[in-house]
């Protein structure tokens, strides 16, 4: 077999600046990405980080790693900005408006196109990893970001005139709309701005599952536990067309090997410990046999069996294969 299986780190920065930064596995270095349509990035905000509005061209399922993040869902795929800034917002018709915060182990679903933007207004730094499906988007292995604010947002390739009669308001401030934020990506908030608190009806159900903390699938005493979203328990999925798994895998333990049987791709972040992988390609011959750390990420191709052993502190694997269910 003929692939690059080895486990990568991010190694593209996209971003950084003072508010946290953005990383991506690149195709160059990660060409797997590319031949099996799957993307992957990590979303670091640091205190008052604010990720700008933006939607992309890929499905994705977004992992809180650490921290808490305040963010919003709204009714509606259409976004119109206006003067208040939220922490993080996704539109989509499925959705009522919401605001909630999300904590560590927070699994949160991302249908094509939908908007979201992110804000840190705690402490400490917020770690969020995304993985997906490219197969729509404009390059295999990657996600095409479009951004509603900041010097690059789609407002900026619109004429005054055009901004002005959109949203119903004069040209001066229309100037103002487009050009008032001068970030790019990523920015740090003052102090002084007040960040929505969460509604009232602050349940997360149908739109995050944590999975941190849900009844595992599979547990077995002194070994470890495996739990799985799936669209059966999670409908959202459905429509995003991915599922995920965590395993919790203490000191030694094995993750039995096994494979998809429905040619779907699995891919694997290794949220913390360490351990060693090895998978079994064409004609029973060993396709991979390595150690894997924290902050890596392999693919697993359509029919390739896997196993993974923990090494001596345990270890943590955050996944998600390309089907629902």
């Known amino acids: 077999m003929e692939l690059n299986l080895v486990p990568q780190e991010a190694n593209q920065t996209v971003f950084e600046g003072d508010g946290g930064g953005y990383y991506s596995w690149s195709t160059s270095k990660s060409p797997l990405l590319r031949e099996t349509k799957l993307g992957a990035g990590k979303l670091v905000l640091h205190p008052r980080g604010f990720a700008l509005p933006h939607n992309a061209d890929s499905t994705k399922i977004g992992y809180v790693l650490q921290g808490i993040i305040k963010f919003e869902f709204y009714p509606t795929c259409i976004f119109r900005p206006g003067p208040s800034i939220h922490g993080a917002c996704v539109h ?10 999300n904590k560590q182990g927070d699994a949160i679903p991302f249908p094509l ?3 979201s933007w992110w804000f840190n207004g705690g402490d400490s730094d917020v770690v969020i990893v995304f993985l997906g499906d490219t197969t729509k988007a404009y390059t295999p292995g990657q996600f095409t970001y479009f951004f509603l604010a900041g010097t690059i947002s789609i407002l900026r390739g619109l004429s005054t005139e055009f901004v002005s009669r959109a949203y119903n308001i004069n ?11 001068t970030g790019v990506l990523i920015v740090k908030l003052e102090e002084e701005i007040n960040m929505p608190q969460p509604c009232k009806d602050n349940t997360k159900e149908g739109l995050v599952a944590n999975i941190d903390e849900a009844v ?3 547990a077995v005493k002194n070994d470890g536990l495996l739990s799985l979203i799936t669209s059966e328990n999670f409908l959202v999925l459905g429509q995003v ?3 995920a798994s965590l395993a919790k895998l203490e000191a030694n333990a094995m993750l039995a090997p096994m494979y998809t049987a429905d ?5 694997v972040y290794v949220s913390s410990g360490s351990g060693r ?3 079994v390609g ?16 392999f693919v697993v191709p359509k029919f390739v069996t896997v196993s993974v052993i923990a090494e001596g502190e345990g270890m943590e694997c955050f996944s998600i294969l390309t089907s629902s269910k």
């Open 113 to 115: 196109g939908a908007v």
């Open 282 to 297: 064409f004609n029973g011959q060993n396709a991979l046999d390595t150690k894997v750390l924290a902050g890596r990420l």
């Open 263 to 267: 040619s779907s791709v699995q891919m």
């Open 277 to 279: 992988v090895q998978m």
């Open 92 to 101: 989509h018709q499925q959705f009522k408006r919401k605001c909630v915060d």
């Open 241 to 243: 067309g991915l599922s």
């Open 171 to 181: 040209e001066e401030k229309a100037h103002l709309l487009v050009n008032s934020q």
């Open 216 to 218: 595992p699938d599979v």
